[in-house]
């Protein structure tokens, strides 16, 4: 079974900066497309990034230009820099995959991993 572990959450002040990572096991990221979303309290999971395995990447509106997603094959490993932080950035953060890819969209599928926190705050 797939496995995806998140690790890089935790309290930083506005305007600083995290990097989350997506461990996977039993699968290969660099063949798949692969998400991240976050859910803050109150309201519903939402799609931050995500990107295809061509490379290609989609951004929530909220975080174009202050977060990056990537990945590195060699480690099956799958992040997200976060820049700029704000404090409605604050929500626990979950890697997804393998999703679906189409027409520049990301489809859910596959897998969560546990979840991350992440909290902005002074």
């Known amino acids: 079974q797939v496995q995806l572990v998140e690790s890089g959450g935790g309290l930083v002040q506005p305007g600083g900066s995290l990097r989350l990572s997506c461990a996977a096991s039993?699968?290969?990221?660099?063949?798949?497309?692969m998400g991240w979303y976050r859910q803050a309290p109150g309201k519903q999971r939402e799609l931050v990034a995500a990107?295809?395995?061509?490379?290609?990447?989609i951004y929530a509106d909220s975080v174009k230009g202050r977060f990056t997603i990537s990945r590195d094959n060699a480690k099956n490993t799958v992040y997200l820099q976060m820049n700029s932080l704000k404090p409605e950035d604050t929500a626990v953060y979950y890697c997804?995959?393998?999703?679906?890819?189409?027409?520049?969209?990301?489809?859910?599928?596959?897998?969560w991993g546990q979840g991350t926190q992440v909290t902005v705050s002074s």
């Open positions: 039993r699968m290969r990221t660099s063949d798949n497309a």
């Open positions: 997804n995959g393998p999703g679906t890819w189409y027409s520049g969209t990301y489809y859910t599928s596959g897998y």
């Open positions: 990107i295809a395995r061509t490379g290609s990447t």
